[in-house]
């Protein structure tokens, strides 16, 4: 039986590969996709949503807005590494997207999604855990339908965007420390795991062999998130940090992980938004967090591969 999966993100060149691999591997059943604001506005992201499954043939998935800031404090974006449109690179034109935007809204589908389907959903949050969190405030009853959460945020050691935090996390830390403290069970993919994924030239290439204009505009993404992170951290090549996320679910043997509690620090002068993992059960704390470690990239990349190839062929 596929997993059934509802994708929350902010595309974002990673969340864009995130929606090709949820929507092509038939281990994953696609129910929904939210958006929320981090990489781009809430107005940009829910429209890169939209242009992704438009040009990749993903129909059927119902796309709906979220939030557009934090649960307090002002909201930020990843302008320096996603663009201004959130998605540069590739040219998308200017139309219309083909799919369109569900008029619910992010919360009123979720809890939809949830109430109608036969077993209890795995919620993928590829960005900033607003969304989430306020399902979890305003439908407590609702834990009971949520499988588990997968999440992209957070590290074991250093951020990305302060030396403490990863964007994700930062961008609300509140709602991520509602989300860890839910009692739903959750499995993190930080930094630690996701840098281990880079889109080197030799996986570009493979990408562009396939030779479709899904492949091509793949290329285009990568080729703009390389020039970024050359830029802007110094990497020879971009990390694909979302996918992951979905490339547990499809193959639980891509990334050992290791249990730990995990802790959102929401006052520290430096360390705002850092997740404290221990590692080494130092606190006492209830190891309640799966955390992801290592991971097999060859096996990452041929799922990434086979999903732009899937979707081109259509």
């Known amino acids: 039986m596929p997993i059934p999966v509802i994708l929350d993100c902010d595309p974002g060149h990673d969340d864009a590969f995130t929606i090709l691999l949820a929507?092509?591997?038939?281990?994953?059943?696609?129910?929904?996709i939210t958006t929320v604001a981090g990489n781009q506005t809430l107005e940009k992201t829910t429209l890169n949503a939209r242009r992704v499954c438009s040009v990749a043939?993903?129909?059927?998935v119902p796309i709906a807005a979220g939030r557009a800031r934090p649960l307090h404090g002002p909201p930020r974006t990843a302008e320096n590494i996603h663009g201004e449109s959130g998605l540069d690179g590739p040219g998308f034109g200017s139309g219309e997207p083909a799919v369109p935007e569900d008029p619910r809204g992010a919360l009123a589908l979720v809890r939809d999604t949830l109430l109608a389907h036969p077993v209890p959903v795995t919620l993928v949050p590829t960005g900033p855990l607003t969304n989430i969190a306020v399902l979890l405030l305003?439908?407590?009853?609702?834990?009971?339908?949520?499988?588990?959460?997968?999440?992209?945020?957070?590290?074991?050691?250093?951020?990305?965007?302060?030396?403490?935090?990863?964007?994700?996390?930062?961008?609300d830390p509140?709602?991520?420390?509602?989300?860890?403290?839910?009692?739903?069970?959750?499995?993190?993919?930080?930094?630690?795991?996701?840098?281990?994924?880079?889109?080197?030239?030799?996986?570009?290439?493979?990408?562009?062999?396939?030779?479709?204009?899904?492949?091509?505009l793949c290329v285009d993404l990568l080729t703009y998130f390389a020039s970024t992170y050359r830029?802007?951290?110094?990497?020879?090549?971009?990390?694909?940090?979302?996918?992951?996320?979905?490339?547990?679910l499809i193959d639980p043997?891509?990334?050992?992980?290791?249990?730990?509690?995990?802790?959102?620090?929401?006052?520290?002068?430096?360390?705002?938004?850092?997740t404290v993992v221990d590692l080494h059960g130092v606190t006492g704390a209830p190891a309640d967090v799966e955390v992801g470690m290592e991971v097999d990239t060859e096996g990452f990349w041929d799922l990434i591969v086979e999903a732009v190839r899937v979707l081109g062929g259509r």
């Open 23 to 32: 929507a092509a591997h038939p281990a994953v059943e696609l129910l929904a």
């Open 174 to 216: 509140e709602a991520a420390d509602i989300v860890l403290r839910s009692g739903v069970p959750v499995t993190m993919f930080g930094l630690n795991a996701t840098h281990q994924v880079r889109a080197t030239p030799e996986v570009v290439d493979r990408i562009a062999a396939l030779g479709t204009p899904l492949s091509g």
């Open 253 to 274: 043997s891509l990334v050992s992980l290791v249990r730990a509690a995990v802790t959102v620090e929401l006052t520290g002068t430096h360390t705002r938004g850092a």
């Open 57 to 60: 043939g993903i129909s059927g």
């Open 231 to 248: 830029e802007v951290y110094g990497f020879d090549a971009p990390p694909l940090h979302d996918p992951l996320t979905v490339a547990h």
């Open 138 to 171: 305003a439908h407590p009853e609702l834990t009971s339908r949520i499988d588990r959460i997968v999440l992209m945020g957070g590290s074991t050691d250093r951020g990305n965007t302060t030396p403490a935090a990863e964007f994700n996390i930062l961008c």
